[in-house]
């Protein structure tokens, strides 16, 4: 575990607590699970990933946690999964934007079948990356989500050499950075991926399919928020 995530979770998680009120809803997520999606992430650029997330429901329901992270727009049902733990990624799917969001079915089957049944591709919640874009839902994203029961994430990672992925910013929508965004000129280097590229920064948020905010807060593995 890298001492700058658990760093820098401790400052999103600061922004998830001040800004509970614009959210409708909030998902915890444990560092663990954020560490290996990063991971996943940096080993596969300058490609997107698709990642599926079900419900830990070894974690008890902590009412008083979720009163702490929400405000005055919380809707209790407004997703599987409300308030709940994240539990153990699946890495579904690597590629371009077409691939990752359209997944078909015929890949998909029997691929988890011994633990998660014939449909083994259906998951609470999915996340996928943006490489070289904001954490902010296009279109596609958009789109993508009316099939989720739960929530998407977004994972916007800023890295060099571009490639074929030249860094994009001019994306409507709020931000929500996991580190500090640099500027284009300090380019601040957190690490270098196995595959050679310099990572800069790195954005994490949730929304539900009509268009909500949803708070994210990153734990311990005991259900702890980083703080």
Request: charged share 20%; with cysteine.
């Amino acid at each position: 575990m890298s001492d700058w995530l658990i760093d820098a979770s401790r400052e999103y998680n600061l922004q998830s607590l001040e800004q509970r009120d614009s959210y409708a809803g909030v998902v915890f997520i444990p560092v663990e699970t954020l560490s290996q999606v990063l991971d996943w992430s940096f080993q596969s650029l300058p490609d997107e990933i698709l990642v599926g997330l079900d419900i830990d429901t070894s974690k008890a329901f902590d009412r008083e946690l979720i009163s702490k992270y929400t405000g005055s727009m919380f809707e209790p049902s407004l997703f599987a999964g409300q308030g709940m733990f994240v539990g153990e990624p699946h890495l579904v799917n690597r590629g371009d934007s077409y691939e990752v969001h359209h997944v078909p079915e015929e890949w998909v089957d029997g691929l988890f079948s011994e633990d998660r049944g014939p449909r083994g591709g259906r998951f609470t919640h999915w996340l996928h990356t943006h490489p070289n874009a904001p954490a902010i839902p296009s279109e596609a994203d958009a789109e993508a989500a009316q099939y989720t029961d739960g929530v998407d994430m977004i994972l916007g990672v800023w890295f060099s050499p571009e490639g074929s992925a030249p860094w994009y910013e001019d994306a409507e929508g709020t931000r929500r950075p996991l580190t500090d965004i640099p500027t284009f000129s300090e380019k601040r280097v957190l690490g270098v991926a196995s595959t050679g590229h310099l990572i800069h920064g790195v954005e994490l948020i949730a929304f539900h399919k009509r268009g909500f905010g949803v708070n994210v807060v990153i734990c311990h593995n005991d259900g702890i928020p980083i703080e």
